[in-house]
């Protein structure tokens, strides 16, 4: 393979910052306050004509007078400057840049791109942009977004022809407990695109998914051999916006995208193996599943709920996906039987209605039908924690009537029944994906969270999933056939 040019920008251990000042209100310098914000550990060298210091950091003239070996430059300065400055990065041994500056092609400025590119390649300057948000390597506490980041790095990579969906996602997938381990805002793909971008997300180890939120694909024949081959290796989830007349509209006049029609996209989504989303949402839900659930080795769904409603959305989700819901065994619903309510419903969905025996519900039954064989993947919907009884304690209506002791006693079974119940789930031998209503930091949820059990915050959303996790586990199964074959 050959060198990649990201492995600098994205990695970079030193950084000289054009456009940055001490005013707070210029884009270069909130990007600046993101990269310290969030705790960058190498060097940082703002390059201005006249300021002497920025936010306490040295500031240099020109990028000659640091005298130190600088592996990326951030560029945010009014267009026609940057082809000059480019120029300059190559005199200096620089070669590595991000341009977030817009005003080439995007608004029909097809000269300043051509000059652009004339001192890029005379300069032997590689970048990403222009018109772009950003890099981060969240892992490396390295942002040069707009957008501080909150939380611990996660293991999703992005890359992204809107910078948005690099930056204004963040606190929306903090609070879902998914986080981005590295994002690549594209921008109008100059030079660095997206072949190159799948092509570092594969060598990544921390990243175990790959998204991409496209508006045009510049490398057709490149593209599609790079993701048929990424594809073998980790999942790709992406999400097309260019198929309608409107959709390409906008985004001709937002990154320069040539549009290609729906049938045109999916066939290439089909023909390299890429997960398809149909939604923002979609495509960070199938990427919270396929980056966390081992891969199925069919297609048969169990459902194990305590609610009709949940459990028949469920099912009717499935089945309108073309997966198997098939009827439990005489065997297996003996076996659930025996820590189930009267009440109970269990040939698939098994429907408990009510819990009589908590942990049989969240850890007993769940490994019953894991490892029964009559399943490929586990929808589980129905979790929520002992912290319920809190509302009883502290209601002055009927806090004077309850047992306190008993409740005290209720809390702490569930704290270590919240851990018990951690060790089943990740211990299944088939994928588990769990629905909830509830907020991502009530302490159970969040405790089997921090397990990497996914969780969606409807039935519906987590069948879908289910569904992208079979698609993508049936394409992968296909190389390995062939690999067996040819041994």
Same mark, same amino acid.
């Given at each position: 393979?050959?060198?990649?040019?990201?492995?600098?920008?994205?990695?970079?251990?030193?950084?000289?910052?054009?456009?940055?000042?001490?005013?707070?209100?210029?884009?270069?310098?909130?990007?600046?306050?993101?990269?310290?914000?969030?705790?960058?550990?190498?060097?940082?060298?703002?390059?201005?004509?006249?300021?002497?210091?920025?936010?306490?950091?040295?500031?240099?003239?020109?990028?000659?007078?640091?005298?130190?070996?600088?592996?990326?430059? +951030?560029?945010? /300065?009014?267009?026609?400057?940057?082809?000059? #400055?480019?120029?300059?990065? &190559? @005199?200096? =041994? *620089?070669?590595?840049?991000?341009?977030?500056?817009?005003?080439?092609?995007?608004?029909?400025?097809?000269?300043?791109?051509?000059?652009?590119?004339?001192?890029?390649?005379?300069?032997?300057?590689?970048?990403?942009?222009?018109?772009?948000?950003? +890099?981060?390597? /969240?892992?490396?506490?390295?942002?040069?977004? #707009?957008?501080?980041?909150? &939380? @611990?790095? =996660? *293991?999703?990579?992005?890359?992204?022809?809107?910078?948005?969906?690099?930056?204004?996602?963040?606190?929306?997938?903090?609070?879902?407990?998914?986080?981005?381990?590295?994002?690549?805002?594209?921008?109008?793909?100059?030079?660095?695109?997206?072949?190159?971008?799948?092509?570092?997300?594969?060598?990544?180890?921390? #990243?175990?998914?790959?998204?991409?939120?496209?508006?045009?694909?510049?490398?057709?024949?490149?593209?599609?051999?790079?993701?048929?081959?990424?594809?073998?290796?980790?999942?790709?989830?992406?999400?097309?916006?260019?198929?309608?007349?409107?959709?390409?509209?906008?985004?001709?006049?937002?990154?320069?995208?040539?549009?290609?029609?729906?049938?045109?996209?999916?066939? #290439?989504?089909?023909?390299?193996?890429?997960?398809?989303?149909?939604?923002?949402?979609?495509?960070?839900?199938?990427?919270?599943?396929?980056?966390?659930?081992?891969?199925?080795?069919?297609?048969?769904?169990?459902?194990?709920?305590?609610?009709?409603?949940?459990?028949?959305?469920?099912?009717?989700?499935?089945?309108?996906?073309?997966?198997?819901?098939?009827?439990?065994?005489?065997?297996?619903?003996?076996?659930?039987?025996?820590?189930?309510?009267?009440?109970?419903?269990?040939?698939?969905?098994?429907?408990?209605?009510?819990?009589?025996?908590?942990?049989?519900?969240?850890?007993?039954?769940?490994?019953?039908?894991?490892?029964?064989?009559?399943?490929?993947?586990?929808?589980?919907?129905?979790?929520?924690?002992?912290?319920?009884?809190?509302?009883?304690?502290?209601?002055?209506?009927?806090?004077?009537?309850?047992?306190?002791?008993?409740?005290?006693?209720?809390?702490?079974?569930?704290?270590?029944?919240?851990?018990?119940?951690?060790?089943?789930?990740?211990?299944?031998?088939?994928?588990?994906?769990?629905?909830?209503?509830?907020?991502?930091?009530?302490?159970?949820?969040?405790?089997?969270?921090?397990?990497?059990?996914?969780?969606?915050?409807?039935?519906?959303?987590?069948?879908?999933?289910?569904?992208?996790?079979?698609?993508?586990?049936?394409?992968?199964?296909?190389?390995?056939?062939?690999?067996?074959?040819?041994?």
């Amino acid at each position: 393979m050959t060198h990649n040019p990201l492995n600098e920008i994205m990695n970079a251990r030193s950084v000289a910052f054009y456009g940055a000042s001490n005013n707070l209100s210029k884009m270069g310098s909130s990007q600046l306050v993101t990269l310290l914000c969030n705790g960058y550990r190498g060097r940082i060298y703002p390059i201005h004509p006249s300021e002497h210091s920025i936010f306490g950091l040295p500031a240099y003239k020109k990028i000659s007078d640091i005298g130190e070996p600088v592996d990326c430059a +951030v560029i945010v /300065l009014p267009t026609k400057l940057v082809p000059s #400055v480019i120029e300059e990065l &190559g @005199e200096a =041994g *620089v070669f590595r840049a991000v341009i977030v500056t817009a005003g080439f092609k995007e608004v029909g400025s097809a000269d300043l791109q051509q000059q652009l590119d004339r001192a890029a390649q005379k300069a032997g300057v590689r970048y990403v942009g222009p018109n772009c948000i950003g +890099v981060a390597n /969240l892992r490396e506490n390295y942002n040069i977004t #707009v957008f501080p980041f909150e &939380g @611990e790095p =996660g *293991v999703i990579g992005m890359l992204s022809h809107s910078g948005t969906f690099v930056t204004h996602v963040m606190p929306y997938l903090h609070a879902r407990k998914l986080n981005y381990a590295e994002a690549i805002s594209l921008g109008n793909e100059g030079d660095i695109d997206i072949v190159d971008g799948l092509d570092y997300m594969a060598g990544r180890d921390t #990243v175990k998914a790959i998204t991409c939120y496209i508006e045009t694909i510049r490398r057709g024949r490149e593209f599609i051999d790079k993701a048929a081959e990424v594809s073998k290796i980790k999942p790709i989830v992406a999400l097309y916006a260019s198929g309608t007349e409107a959709g390409a509209r906008a985004t001709a006049s937002h990154t320069a995208a040539m549009a290609s029609s729906e049938g045109i996209m999916d066939g #290439v989504f089909r023909q390299t193996g890429i997960i398809r989303a149909t939604s923002l949402e979609e495509m960070f839900d199938f990427s919270c599943v396929l980056s966390r659930c081992s891969l199925p080795a069919g297609k048969r769904i169990g459902i194990l709920t305590n609610s009709g409603g949940p459990g028949a959305l469920m099912a009717d989700t499935v089945s309108r996906l073309g997966l198997d819901l098939p009827m439990f065994s005489e065997g297996l619903q003996d076996a659930i039987s025996e820590f189930s309510p009267h009440t109970a419903s269990l040939s698939n969905p098994v429907d408990f209605t009510f819990i009589n025996n908590w942990e049989a519900f969240f850890s007993r039954v769940p490994r019953i039908i894991a490892e029964s064989g009559e399943v490929d993947v586990l929808l589980f919907y129905g979790l929520f924690g002992i912290e319920t009884f809190l509302h009883y304690r502290d209601n002055p209506a009927v806090a004077p009537t309850l047992d306190r002791a008993m409740i005290q006693a209720t809390m702490g079974m569930g704290n270590a029944l919240k851990v018990k119940i951690g060790d089943a789930l990740a211990a299944l031998p088939i994928p588990v994906i769990c629905s909830t209503f509830l907020d991502f930091n009530e302490p159970l949820i969040a405790h089997l969270v921090e397990r990497s059990i996914p969780f969606l915050p409807t039935p519906e959303r987590a069948a879908r999933a289910a569904g992208a996790l079979c698609r993508y586990s049936t394409w992968r199964s296909l190389f390995v056939e062939k690999d067996a074959v040819a041994v």
